[in-house]
């Protein structure tokens, strides 16, 4: 075949195989387990807001192409929210920008602001498209690894500190964050904030799981601390706070500057996105506090009911504060290696999770951490959770 003399796939992405969430996806599906691995729901939202989208179909609104910054209403709905939820101003026209989902916000972000030779300090264990969209980008990625501290994950600030260099350009942050369920703290986020403004660097947080948080902790987005609404790009996504992840419907907030940068990387990627079901979503973010609060106290009973039960069934368990995930680990079966673990689950009770060690640099550092979703309806957790008790160590 032509051009085989070389690898065909590019040296920037030649580290990266198939995601983690397809092959384990896949493999539930070929063994009839339950999938605890990819973080979907398996209920719909909300049905008026479903029916939003129908009606939008209906109307043809959304057929055509949508403007490239977003439709007027959800660029409308998007800044409100932000307003009413965090007293964050951002002008609707020139400081909001739809993306398809958060996901691609976050590649936009990089690939517009990151230089080839910059350095991007991300906390791992990372969301995987991370590591992929700084290489794209021609970034280098420094991690700096959220621990174990007293039955949770907390992030050191001084090696946050120690990671910045004269290269680094950004801080790529996630809070509520995903796989550890770690929620940073206004303290903490201040800390960060200091550092950044010192050495002058641009922040791009991912916010994704912003309402999902339990325990009355509380998210506290960065963006509003003092002299960071100007460094900042704030990505949100309806996926997860309106369980329609297949919609794909993100965005990006932040001052016109770094907006307009991340547009111009946008408008080449997809264009445009979701026309239709962007009106639904401009209706979800209307949605009053009770919906949040339902969301949430409903999740939270979904964490506590998996919680116990990997306990019961052996496992250690690091109680998240937001997110759908809980991490575990698999030490106490005698057992080390995660991926091994994960791939062998379904076989052994008919349960496909994630294994957290392909989210760090560091193989060592998540060897044995196994991650479960537990956004799923309850009878399902009940039922994989009497599956995992055949496990017992
Ligand atoms: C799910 C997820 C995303 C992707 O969001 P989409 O809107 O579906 O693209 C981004 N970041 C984190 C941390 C996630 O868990």
């Known amino acids: 075949m032509a051009g085989m003399t070389r690898p065909l796939l590019n040296r920037r992405l030649a580290e990266f195989g198939t995601t983690i969430f397809a092959e384990m996806s896949a493999l539930a599906a070929r063994t009839g387990s339950i999938n605890l691995g990819q973080g979907f729901p398996d209920t719909d939202g909300p049905e008026e807001i479903r029916e939003a989208a129908v009606r939008a179909l209906r109307e043809g609104r959304g057929s055509q192409y949508p403007p490239g910054p977003g439709v007027p209403e959800l660029r409308a709905a998007v800044a409100e929210h932000q307003q009413r939820r965090y007293g964050l101003a951002y002008d609707p026209d020139s400081e909001v920008l739809v993306t398809a989902g958060a996901t691609e916000a976050i590649a936009a972000a990089l690939l517009a602001l990151v230089e080839p030779g910059d350095e ?62 770690t929620v940073l703290d206004r303290a903490e986020l201040t800390a960060i904030a200091e550092l950044a403004r010192e050495r002058d660097l641009l922040v791009v947080t991912d916010e994704v799981y912003e309402h999902l948080v339990f325990d009355g902790a509380e998210h506290v987005p960065i ?63 209307r949605l009053p506090d009770t919906y949040y609060d339902g969301l949430r106290a409903d999740l939270q009973r979904k964490r506590d009911l998996l919680g116990d039960g990997l306990r019961a069934a052996g496992f250690e368990v690091y109680r998240p504060q937001g ?19 994960c791939r062998a689950l379904p076989e052994r009770c008919g349960v496909v999770a994630i294994p957290n060690s392909v989210f760090y640099d560091d193989p060592d550092a998540g060897r044995s951490q196994v991650r479960f979703a537990f956004c799923k309806r309850k009878e399902l957790l009940d039922e994989a959770v009497a599956r995992l008790k055949r496990l017992a160590p």
């Not at 949100?236 to 547009?263: C, D, N, Q």
């Not at 997110?323 to 673990?341: C, N």
Request: neutral net charge.
């Open 223 to 285: 963006a509003g601390l003092p002299g960071m609404r100007e460094r900042t790009v704030t990505i949100g996504s309806a996926g997860k706070t309106y369980s329609f992840t297949g919609w794909k419907v993100g965005w990006a907030t932040g001052p016109r500057e770094l907006v307009t940068a991340v547009r111009t990387a946008k408008q080449y990627l997809t264009y445009v996105s979701s026309g239709p079901f962007q009106y639904a979503i401009a209706e979800a973010l």
């Open 323 to 341: 997110t759908y995930f809980i991490t575990t680990d698999i030490t106490p079966f005698g057992e080390k290696d995660a991926y091994a673990f």
């Open 120 to 181: 991007v300090i991300a906390l791992e264990p990372y969301y995987d498209s991370y590591a992929a969209c700084i290489a794209m980008a021609g970034g280098t990625r420094v991690p700096v690894t959220l621990r174990p501290h007293e039955g949770a994950f907390v992030l050191d600030l001084d090696e946050l500190r120690a990671a910045v260099t004269d290269r680094t350009r950004l801080i790529l942050l996630n809070t509520p964050h995903n796989p550890t369920g």
